[in-house]
Nanobody, 125 residues
Framework: QVQLVESGGQLVQAGGSLRLSCTAS????????MGWFRQAPGKEREFVAA????????RYADSVKGRFTISRDNAKNTVFLQMNSLKPEDTAVYYC??????????????????WGQGTQVTVSS
């Protein structure tokens, strides 16, 4: 089992920045690729970004490319999502997720084995 806890969500004005964190416990963090997803009210949960277990390869949704950056610190069992130039349409609950094997960085929800509880990000216009 892997337990994931997100933090860092809050209310921010459009154009602002936030950094989300997700800390893992349980099994070896560096064995898992990590992803961020988000779910806005009335919408499906969608892929945002993912990072491979080791080596730094990343993937992004087109809607966040150039504005968001995913990174990880395996020594601290933590994955980050740096969000810049935030827009009202970025408002959602943000979830981190863990995927095994760690060399995959999938964009589909079903590929991920473990999920956090989510953190709310609200961007005001």
């Amino acid at each position: 089992q892997v337990q994931l806890v997100e933090s860092g969500g809050q209310l921010v004005q459009a154009g602002g920045s936030l950094r989300l964190s997700c800390t893992a416990s349980g099994r070896t963090f560096s064995n898992y690729a990590m992803g961020w997803f988000r779910q806005a009210p009335g919408k499906e949960r969608e892929f945002v970004a993912a990072i491979i277990a080791v080596g730094g390869i990343t993937r992004y949704a087109d809607s966040v490319k150039g504005r968001f950056t995913i990174s990880r610190d395996n020594a601290k069992n933590t994955v980050f999502l740096q969000m810049n130039s935030l827009k009202p349409e970025d408002t959602a609950v943000y979830y981190c997720a863990a995927e095994s094997p760690g060399y995959l960085i999938s964009t589909t929800r079903a590929s991920y084995d473990y999920w956090g509880q989510g953190t709310q990000v609200t961007v005001s216009s």
